[in-house]
């Protein structure tokens, strides 16, 4: 790849950045009072990081036992309100003991 090509990719991937967080601001003005937009708007960040994570957990071990059962070991000690360092500390060592039995 050549500095031109790089240079012209990189202008195109900041104004895009750019204008992805601009124009919000620039078209509203107001607070959003909708409460249905308001509630969607809510819930994204959760929406775009559950479907970043999820699939990135059954393709970071080496099997996909292991996955599942570090994943079913989040989600317990996530329903049951633990703290987000107990739930990810625990399904780690759910995951490498699994891989050890396996």
Do not use: D, H
């Amino acid at each position: 790849m050549t500095y031109t090509t790089f240079f012209i990719y990189l202008a195109i991937m900041v104004l895009t950045t750019y204008l992805i967080r601009v124009i919000p601001f620039v078209l509203i003005k107001n607070q959003i009072k909708n409460r249905f937009i308001r509630s969607f708007l809510y819930y994204i960040p959760y929406a775009v990081l559950t479907a970043m994570t999820i699939p990135a957990i059954f393709t970071a071990t080496s099997s996909i036992i292991s996955a599942t059962v570090g994943f079913t070991v989040a989600v317990i000690l996530a329903l049951n309100k633990k703290s987000l360092t107990t739930v990810a500390l625990l399904s780690c060592f759910a995951v490498y003991l699994t891989e050890l039995v396996i």
